[in-house]
């Protein structure tokens, strides 16, 4: 048996869209885990352990309001001391603690009623910091639009000082959005030699609120984005990285079938049948003790994916996804597959049988347990730890020794 088959029977997890193995500050799962993935934000200049410490005292466990107010409320103290800072000519500092505000409004609106007022106002707020701190960190980002469908998705472009660095194209999940994947992965990607690309597919970030849901065959919008990467930035067919994260492992499952374009693919992890998770995951919300009231923070979560996915009941949502599914057969472009040992069963097992079964003749499966730090759900517990894992790989790949993007 592997080392990876090991770690799948091993596994523990406890329900089926488990994403951590172990608790680190709330008993809610869901709070826990959006706790943790503004923690492991720090080292690419989001909130610091203490400030994010801070903030934790002032919630009550499972409340979705006292998170929203907060956070919101933080982040209004980061802005408040940004000013002050640009006020005297501080302008890194004021950059910094910009960025900590833009890292508090993201977390705000996490458990805000999803499309809501609130939800909106956060979401407004949090563009507009993270934009000032990229001016005032001198940071050489870009925001720009894809056209698709007659609107427009979202994006966020990092260029390089080197100008032939390859481009890695970075898709999220359902939980994400182009600012907070630069934090995640985009500035330590950048950072490595790559100039990076961040963009809101159709049901990710606001997109929403225009009536724009999570596509079944994703690689249409992956294509729209991959024209407007190559008309506006240069970027060069063969030399495209395209990585996916939670949901995105399906996203890019699907774009590895249909685009040529791609040097290679990348996924933490991959996900081809979504169904599995999403049936799974509702029997066990319908089966759940009737005496057990959902925390506010819970039910806040199964309203967001509601809204992003465009489904009207869990019956709904099902039948929307029922095929979906990538094909491991017809994917031959060199394909990295990353697992957390701690996230979901269903995802671990998905994963390590698309890597089994792709066609690819250059693949690899990379295995992190609780020793790298980096075992739950997209390595939100440790993010430098999959930026290492990606730019290994994508260094061999590409057979290079990239530049300092700073």
């Known amino acids: 048996m592997s080392t990876a088959q090991n770690h799948l029977a091993n596994s523990t997890a406890a329900r089926p869209d488990q994403r951590m193995a172990r608790k680190f500050r709330f008993n809610d799962t869901d709070m826990d885990l959006f ?143 182009r600012e907070d994947l630069f934090l995640s992965l985009g500035r330590g990607i950048w950072d490595r030699g790559y100039s990076v690309a961040m963009v809101d597919l159709p049901g990710q970030g606001i997109t929403p609120a225009d009536g724009m849901r999570w596509e079944i065959e994703p690689e249409r919008p992956i294509a729209a984005v991959v024209d407007t990467l190559v008309e506006r930035f240069g970027a060069q067919p063969g030399r495209i990285a395209l990585l996916g994260l939670s949901f995105g492992g399906y996203f890019v499952t699907r774009a590895a079938q249909f685009d040529g374009r791609f040097a290679t693919v990348i996924a933490s992890t991959p996900f081809p049948r979504p169904i599995e998770l999403l049936e799974r995951s509702v029997h066990a919300h319908a089966g759940s003790d009737a005496r057990i009231t959902p925390s506010s923070a819970a039910l806040r979560s199964r309203m967001m994916m509601a809204w992003k996915a465009g489904a009207t009941s869990a019956d709904d949502m099902l039948e929307r996804w029922r095929d979906a599914k990538a094909d491991a057969s017809r994917v031959t472009v060199p394909f990295l597959s990353v697992i957390g040992a701690g996230d979901s069963a269903i995802f671990n097992r998905q994963a390590f049988d698309w890597h089994e079964q792709i066609a690819s003749t250059r693949k690899a499966c990379v295995v992190l347990d609780a020793a790298t730090g980096a075992d739950s759900h997209c390595q939100v517990n440790a993010r430098v730890r999959l930026v290492q894992e990606a730019c290994g790989w994508m260094d061999d790949i590409f057979e290079t020794t990239p530049l300092s993007g700073a």
């Not at 103290?77 to 508090?104: I, T, V």
């Not at 507009?128 to 925001?143: M, N, Q, V, Y």
């Open 35 to 177: 706790f943790m993935s503004a923690v492991s934000l720090g080292p690419t200049g989001g909130l610091d352990v203490g400030q994010a410490d801070y903030i934790a005292s002032q919630i009550v466990d499972g409340d979705a309001d006292s998170w929203v107010d907060a956070f919101a409320a933080y982040g209004e103290h980061q802005d408040a001391q940004a000013d002050a800072w640009s006020q005297r000519g501080w302008r890194r500092a004021a950059g910094e603690a910009r960025m900590k505000a833009f890292a508090s409004f993201r977390s705000a609106w996490q458990f805000a009623q999803a499309g809501g007022a609130r939800f909106r106002d956060l979401y407004a707020r949090h563009r507009a910091a993270f934009a000032k701190a990229c001016d005032e960190l001198r940071l050489p980002t870009s925001l720009f639009d894809v056209p698709f469908d007659g609107k427009t998705l979202p994006g966020l472009f990092v260029r390089n000082a080197n100008p032939d660095a390859p481009v890695v194209l970075v898709i999220g999940g359902a939980d994400t959005c």
